[in-house]
């Protein structure tokens, strides 16, 4: 091909173009490029070095299997929520009411199953479809009516929670009632003995749906396209991703997972309460945030929140068995939280 | 003997509130050909871009590709006719893989149960490809086809955009801006791949304000101003400061349309 006259110099010039060169990087900035690359192994060290920790505290007590399947047990409807909540916010949105959600499902399950009479096995179906239908409210919210997801579902955590309190009547279901009339709701509370030490099948429910979803995202289209959507929404619908389907599809699952949390959460507490884990929402965002997701979208990971609820979970644990007060917990995750989201803008520098 | 424009707008018009972007605007682009498209800022450019690749729905007006009418409502339904664009933002996602970027909307899934009931990706295939495609082009060296975008250079990410394009483009390829960020020596190789891309008989669509790089690699160039077509010149025929006068109104355009295809 002919060159132009300003071109002609460019035969002394060095041939080499575009290539991935690999600079000098300091140590720090290693390190840097390592995380940016793998964001779970920072909750994966904390969660390590914080069991060592409270092991060295708390003395034997902390590593007894017996008080590590509680702390699973205690994580499992979070670590759940966590999921739900992990999907959304890498879409670079938030969703303030998926407890709500989980609590006005739990209680259609149980008013169902026990009060109506209707059996287990379409009572928890029936919660699902309730679940993905508030899903569906908040996603046509952001998706039709463009409201910014933190205030779209500001609003509705307001209004399911209020729907759960006219529809259960403000009135708990006892935890006698369910077992005569609807045993399988509790399912996820039954244990199951596994080497020795007594684990719920919630906390395999848990790792099951993290494993899933670590596959969905990382394996299937839909995931990369959730990643893309959350990453760049303009870029990714020039690329020709229908956005507001993926977002739809987002917020509907997360619901589903909320019902599913609801499942699970009537075996963990046995009973069902319409004002229990009020502020669950707020716990699944600090479990995400703790684990590495990014609240500006497409970075993250489920398994990192998974951590992040572990990491939550052990902290208390592990300073209720060093005698710490209650109040001295709250200190120390609100800490936590605020490490965590300083340390995920330090490492998505490395771009610019 | 005439020649069927492969695509070609008549009529188009949009508006964005009380701004006019596209005030009856025509377009036509031949098989073979590298189409330049040459105007000022705010002529209506890349309005008149979106409008033929599906990214936006023009108010009225028609579109043909190939003699048949079409009426593009996404991005996607322009790619699954074989029209492929190369944005100015690139519009790649900064924390996927290159492989990934490549196959953006368009996955490869396993074959099988895998792909059928798990909806798995085929990832060693995507990136067989992947890498192919990009050595093909001789655009870069990958090192790791599975490196974010975001950890490029500006050119590697246009390579990466460009390779895209050429690699599932079967019709008409549509570039916009395309050597806008580059330096010069990054900026020869994306005119090489264009002239590679034309030999291979793919129409390209060169959206640029790079005058020298227009009347280098052009066989016509469309001058767009005020929101319509004033002018098609031929880039033999007429010198860049003509073509820059037509395009900012200092000289009138000429009257008839070059076009050496009738």
Redesign the interface.
């Known amino acids: 091909?002919?060159?132009?006259s300003?071109?002609t110099v460019?035969d002394e010039?060095d041939t080499s173009?575009?290539?991935?060169k690999t600079e000098k990087r300091g140590f720090l900035g290693q390190i840097q490029h390592i995380l940016?690359?793998n964001i779970t192994i920072v909750p994966m060290i904390v969660l390590i070095l914080s069991c060592l920790g409270f092991g060295f505290v708390a003395g034997e007590r902390f590593f007894t299997p017996f008080n590590l399947s509680l702390i699973i047990q205690q994580v499992t409807i979070i670590g759940i929520l966590g999921i739900a909540q992990t999907l959304i916010i890498l879409t670079a949105g938030i969703d303030l009411s998926v407890a709500a959600i989980m609590i006005l499902t739990s209680v259609v399950m149980g008013n169902f199953a026990v009060n109506i009479g209707v059996p287990a096995f379409l009572a928890i179906p029936l919660g699902f479809i309730v679940g993905m239908v508030c899903g569906a409210v908040n996603g046509l919210l952001i998706t039709r009516f463009k409201l910014p997801p933190f205030i779209a579902t500001l609003g509705t955590w307001n209004i399911f929670f209020a729907l759960n309190l006219w529809y259960s009547g403000s009135q708990s279901i006892r935890s006698q009632s369910i077992d005569k009339a609807a045993p399988s709701l509790k399912f996820f509370g039954e244990r199951v003995d596994v080497f020795g030490t007594q684990f719920t099948y919630g906390s395999f429910l848990m790792i099951f749906l993290c494993i899933l979803f670590w596959?969905?995202l990382n394996?299937?289209?839909?995931g990369?396209?959730v990643?893309?959507v959350g990453?760049?929404p303009?870029?990714?619908?020039?690329?020709?991703?229908?956005t507001k389907r993926i977002l739809m599809s987002v917020y509907i699952v997360a619901g589903l997972l909320c019902g599913i949390a609801a499942w699970a959460a009537v075996g963990r507490i046995g009973s069902i309460s319409p004002q229990s884990f009020y502020e669950g929402n707020l716990e699944a965002i600090t479990a995400v945030v703790i684990g590495g997701t990014s609240l500006f979208g497409?970075?993250g990971s489920v398994v990192g929140t998974i951590i992040g609820a572990l990491i939550v979970g052990v902290f208390r644990n592990g300073l209720a068995l060093a005698g710490v007060d209650v109040l001295w917990q709250v200190f120390a995750i609100g800490w936590l939280i605020i490490i965590a989201v300083a340390f995920d803008q330090w490492v998505r520098k490395?771009?610019s | 003997m005439s020649v069927q424009p492969i695509l070609s707008a008549k009529g188009l018009v949009k508006r964005y509130g009380r701004v006019t972007a596209l005030d009856h605007a025509d377009f036509e682009l031949y098989p073979g050909e590298v189409l330049a498209v040459i105007g000022d800022n705010g002529a209506g450019k890349s309005s008149l871009i979106k409008a033929v690749s599906g990214?936006t729905i023009p108010d009225s007006g028609d579109v043909w590709l190939d003699g048949e009418k079409v009426d593009f409502h996404?991005?996607?339904e322009a790619?699954d006719s074989g029209i492929e664009?190369v944005?100015q933002?690139?519009?790649?996602?900064?924390?996927?893989s290159i492989a990934?970027?490549l196959f953006?909307?368009?996955?490869i899934?396993k074959e099988g149960v895998l792909g059928k009931w798990?909806?798995?990706?085929d990832?060693p295939k995507m990136q067989q490809f992947a890498r192919d495609k990009l050595s093909e082009l001789g655009?870069?060296?990958?090192?790791?086809i599975d490196?974010?975008v975001?950890?490029?250079?500006g050119?590697?990410r246009q390579?990466v955009a460009v390779a895209r394009a050429a690699a599932f483009g079967s019709r008409v390829i549509i570039m916009d801006e395309p050597t806008a960020a580059l330096g010069?020596?990054?900026s020869?190789?994306v005119?090489?791949l264009i002239?590679d891309v034309k030999s291979r008989g793919t129409p390209i669509v060169l959206i640029s304000h790079n005058m020298?790089h227009v009347f280098?690699v052009a066989d016509r160039i469309h001058i767009h101003r005020l929101g319509k077509r004033c002018a098609v010149v031929d880039p033999k025929t007429i010198s860049m400061s003509d073509a820059v006068a037509i395009m900012t109104g200092a000289m009138d355009p000429p009257n008839d349309v070059y076009n050496p295809y009738t």
Request: proline share 3%; no cysteine; net charge positive.
């Open positions: 091909m002919t060159k132009q300003f071109e460019l010039s173009v575009a290539e991935f940016h690359g596959y969905l394996r299937t289209a839909w990369k396209h990643y893309a990453d760049d303009e870029a990714a619908e020039l690329a020709g991703i229908r497409g970075r490395v771009s | 990214a996404s991005p996607m790619r664009t944005y933002n690139l519009a790649l996602s900064p924390a996927l990934d970027n953006l909307g368009r996955e899934r798990f909806r798995m990706l990832r655009l870069m060296t990958i090192q790791n490196q974010a975001e950890t490029l250079s050119g590697q390579g010069v020596k990054e020869r190789k005119l090489e002239q020298p280098e």
